[in-house]
């Protein structure tokens, strides 16, 4: 069945990326970073599908110098001037696995054009392939997006989830939370057109599953860090204790439905007796469990060149 997945998370300099080299690691190029000197050579990765920029129709002419990444991006890094800027806004999506590799390349396009004709900004699109040992499934895309408009001689003024909230206001544009679902809407009634185009009957739904309607705990979410690491047979404490909290809330919905029902009485007491000893033998048991924060092997993982993110595994392909 096609899965929904949208994830909008941002290039940073607080966090120590640089917009060059997310950008050479996801189009699977060499770029060089003007500010630092560095050379972030990506170009043996042989999972990008495909690579384009697109521009806002409005500037397409005049603004041909964005078309060039290595320029695009270097002037990104330029133009922002506080040691914690946000020079870049990613959007992750996946791509249905029941299309094929035109069709899903279509998909993406149209998503980067919208998003860019949407906030005026330039969209580096990247469409990656699963990669071999991994999930065979796992089609996807990254769009990279300017967080500022792109205009003839560079870029201005900050735009899209990137405006601040009183400009957002002044303009008569919806808040950020709104702004995140409308993009998210987008995104599925765009995914869902193209599976209706491809004759397929799945279809993608970005609301929650309560608002769904469907009565059931969503699965856990696992760092793909601690992923990799079972894969390579070792022991991950907190993909352990993600998959045992949501067997327990899991159960405790059991429990209340059962309880809800009319049934045996003293078989529902009996399930809320044993749900409080549960409870009570947890709460007096010493808190060993690892934090689910930052760990070692992300520390090591984020340290040094652009690391894989979301969709994408972890290997080395720079030089």
Do not use: C
Request: proline content about 5%; cysteine-free; glycine content about 6%.
């Amino acid at each position: 069945m096609a899965i929904f997945r949208l994830q909008i998370s941002s290039v940073t300099r607080s966090s120590g990326r640089r917009a060059t080299s997310a950008a050479a690691y996801r189009a699977g190029e060499r770029l060089r970073d003007e500010r630092s000197g560095e050379i972030q050579n990506y170009s043996r990765r042989a999972d990008v599908r495909h690579a384009e920029i697109f521009l806002p129709t409005q500037v397409a002419a005049t603004a041909a110098w964005a078309a060039d990444r290595e320029r695009l991006w270097n002037t990104a890094e330029r133009v922002e001037k506080r040691h914690n800027a946000r020079v870049a806004r990613e959007f992750q999506v996946s791509l249905p696995a029941e299309l094929d590799g035109t069709q899903r390349i279509r998909l993406a396009r149209a998503f980067a054009g919208e998003i860019a004709e949407r906030y005026g900004v330039a969209v580096d699109l990247a469409v990656h392939d699963p990669r071999p040992g991994g999930d065979p499934r796992n089609f996807h895309a990254h769009l990279l997006a300017t967080t500022r408009e792109l205009t003839p001689t560079g870029l201005g003024a900050k735009t899209g989830l990137d405006m601040p909230a009183r400009e957002r206001q002044r303009h008569g544009l919806p808040d950020h939370r709104a702004e995140y679902v409308n993009v998210r809407a987008r995104w599925a009634a765009l995914t869902n057109e193209a599976l209706r185009e491809a004759g397929l009957e799945a279809r993608v739904d970005h609301r929650s599953l309560a608002a769904q309607g469907i009565e059931r705990e969503p699965l856990p979410a696992i760092p793909i860090l601690h992923l990799k690491m079972e894969r390579r047979g070792l022991r991950s404490e907190v993909a352990e204790r993600l998959r045992a909290e949501y067997q327990e809330r899991v159960e405790r919905r059991q429990e209340r439905e059962a309880s809800a029902r009319p049934g045996d009485l003293e078989a529902v007491r009996r399930q809320a007796r044993e749900t409080w000893l549960r409870m009570r033998a947890n709460a007096l048991a010493p808190s060993a469990q690892p934090r689910a924060g930052r760990t070692a092997v992300q520390e090591r993982g984020e340290a040094g060149r652009e690391p894989a993110r979301g969709l994408d595994a972890e290997d080395d392909y720079s030089r």
